[in-house]
Every structure is written in structure tokens, then in C-alpha cells.
């Protein structure tokens, strides 16, 4: 394949393929009626086709490293206290929050090597995503995380305003490896990290982080939380 052509034609998730195929019947099926439905089926396949993409990604694999599990920008960094369901201890957690809008990957990767030692799932509101409250109010997937060594790290897949479907495909117990798929939410919303207690986050608000790529955190690392500005 030619190299200008790889950031263009990447891989499809199976996930997308019956709504790629759905929105081709129909554009097909508008164009015979009227020709610029053609033009506009076209525009909106061609987005769903881009919506579902899955590139591929080089995971840092160093231990204690804590990897994005999700594309998009770091929005909130916050204290707060994990979902109840996942029946953490309740005390406040560092929160890193990442918004994914719809022209991000939306696949989620593991960000830690490590075992599924909690899964918890809530029905919720619709909100935008992108407001604090949606992490208590929204719909909401939760699953934690348990490294070799005793660390946990939860992770909660949020539903936003477009938002309609969390998907996630693990299971309690199973192991799972760092930067590997574990869901997806299908249109655009947001994926909250909680790092374990005394753990910094190395991104800052505003940031761009791209899953199973950008480090968050390193749990073997002392530097403070780091600060910036935009420029």
C-alpha cells in the first residue's frame, strides 16, 4: 500500500460493518428517487465508514505505565469517588475524563496489563457528556482492573447526548493486556480513569490523548501532577 494512502484506508471494526451496510442500502435506495440523495447518502456513508475505524496503535508497554484507554481530549481532571457498583473503597480518586466527539476512534483499549476484577453496568440519562454531573447521571459501563501486584484502576464508559450504545466485551475474571479492545460507545461520549490513590496524572486539561498510546500515568513514578496552559 502506498505510504500517503495507510492514515487513509485503516482497518473497520466489525462493529461498524451493518451500520456502513445500512446506510449504503439506503443512500441507494433515496438515490433512485432523487439524484442529490446520492451526493448527501454518500457524505454520510462515507463518515459512518470513518466513524468505525480501528488503526492501529503502539502500546507502551513498560510496567506501571497507565495508558489513555480512549481517543480524544483530556477534559476534566477532578477528585472524585469511583461508582458504587464497582465496590471500590469510597474515598476520592484522581479522575482524568476524556471526551470522545464523533470524528474520534471510538474502540477503548485496557489501560493496564491485568485482570477484570470488576464490572458494573447502570442505566441513565442522556446528557451531554461533557458536563461533570454526566458521570453520575448518564448511562454508564464500569469495569476495574487489577494488576499483578494489587493496583486497581476503574474505568467508566459514559453515555453522552448522541451517545445510544455502550458497548463492552469483557468478562469478570478474564486477564486482559495493555492497549487491548474492550469496548466501544457508538456516537461520540466519554471514558472517565480513576487512578489508584497516590497516583498523578502526566496529562493536562485541554490535551490530546490517543488510546492505547498516550501515558497518563506512571505508578511507579513520583513527579507531581503536571500543569499547562494552552499556546
Request: hydrophobic fraction near 45%.
Amino acid at each position: 500500500m502506498p505510504e500517503f494512502l495507510k492514515p487513509v484506508l485503516v482497518p473497520i471494526h466489525s462493529a461498524g460493518w451493518p451500520f456502513i451496510a445500512i446506510f449504503a442500502v439506503v443512500t441507494l435506495a433515496l438515490g433512485w428517487l432523487w439524484t442529490p440523495f446520492f451526493v448527501i447518502g454518500g457524505i454520510l456513508t462515507a463518515w459512518c465508514t470513518y466513524f468505525f475505524r480501528d488503526p492501529v496503535r503502539h502500546t507502551p508497554t513498560r510496567e506501571g505505565l497507565i495508558i489513555s484507554p480512549a481517543d480524544g481530549v483530556v477534559q476534566m481532571i477532578t477528585e472524585a469517588v469511583p461508582p458504587s457498583e464497582l465496590e471500590m473503597p469510597i474515598e476520592a480518586l484522581t479522575r482524568v475524563s476524556i471526551f470522545m466527539n464523533v470524528f474520534d476512534v471510538h474502540v477503548n483499549r485496557s489501560p493496564i496489563d491485568g485482570q477484570i476484577s470488576g464490572l458494573g453496568y447502570r442505566p441513565g440519562a442522556f446528557l451531554n457528556a461533557s458536563l461533570d454531573k454526566a458521570s453520575e447521571e448518564n448511562e454508564r459501563q464500569s469495569v476495574k482492573i487489577r494488576t499483578a501486584d494489587g493496583a486497581e484502576v476503574a474505568l467508566v464508559q459514559i453515555a453522552g447526548l448522541v451517545a445510544r450504545r455502550i458497548l463492552c466485551w469483557v468478562e469478570r475474571e478474564q486477564p486482559i493486556r495493555v492497549g487491548e479492545r474492550f469496548g466501544m460507545i457508538r456516537f461520540g461520549s466519554r471514558v472517565d480513569v480513576y487512578l489508584p490513590k497516590g497516583v498523578s496524572p502526566l496529562v493536562v486539561v485541554g490535551q490530546k490523548a490517543v488510546a492505547g498510546e498516550t501515558v497518563i500515568a506512571d505508578m511507579q513514578s513520583d513527579e507531581a501532577q503536571r500543569r499547562g496552559n494552552a499556546r
